[in-house]
Nanobody, 115 residues
Framework: QVQLVESGGGSVQPGGSLRLSCAASGSTFAAMGWYRQAPGKQRELVAVATNGGNTNYADSVKGRFTISRDNAKNTVDLQMNSLKSEDTAVYYC???????????WGQGTQVTVSS
């Protein structure tokens, strides 16, 4: 059974930094990443990393966020720097096991950027 456990998040002032971590179990994963959903908006991709080392970022976070993945530990982290108020959202870890098109979600963690 696939399980995703997230940690990190919280409240920070604009310009600050936060780090999110996600530990996955129950499979080996082709892709692991982070999505976010702000109030009244659709869930959107933030960043994703494949087991081959490729990464992809939303344009809005390029240069500010960095995704890192440890394939051996099945973990994926998101380092968020230079945070803006528009980064405020619930952030969800997502993982897709190898050889499937089914993906799994974490429970979500709140990130609030406010002065």
């Amino acid at each position: 059974q696939v399980q995703l456990v997230e940690s990190g998040g919280g409240s920070v002032q604009p310009g600050g930094s936060l780090r999110l971590s996600c530990a996955a179990s129950g499979s080996t994963f082709a892709a692991m990443g982070w999505y976010r959903q702000a109030p009244g908006k659709q869930r959107e991709l933030v960043a994703v990393a494949t087991n081959g080392g490729n990464t992809n970022y939303a344009d809005s976070v390029k240069g500010r966020f960095t995704i890192s993945r440890d394939n051996a530990k099945n973990t994926v982290d998101l380092q968020m720097n230079s945070l803006k108020s528009e980064d405020t959202a619930v952030y969800y870890c997502n993982a897709r096991p190898r050889f499937t098109m089914v993906s799994y979600w974490g429970q979500g963690t709140q990130v609030t950027v406010s002065s």
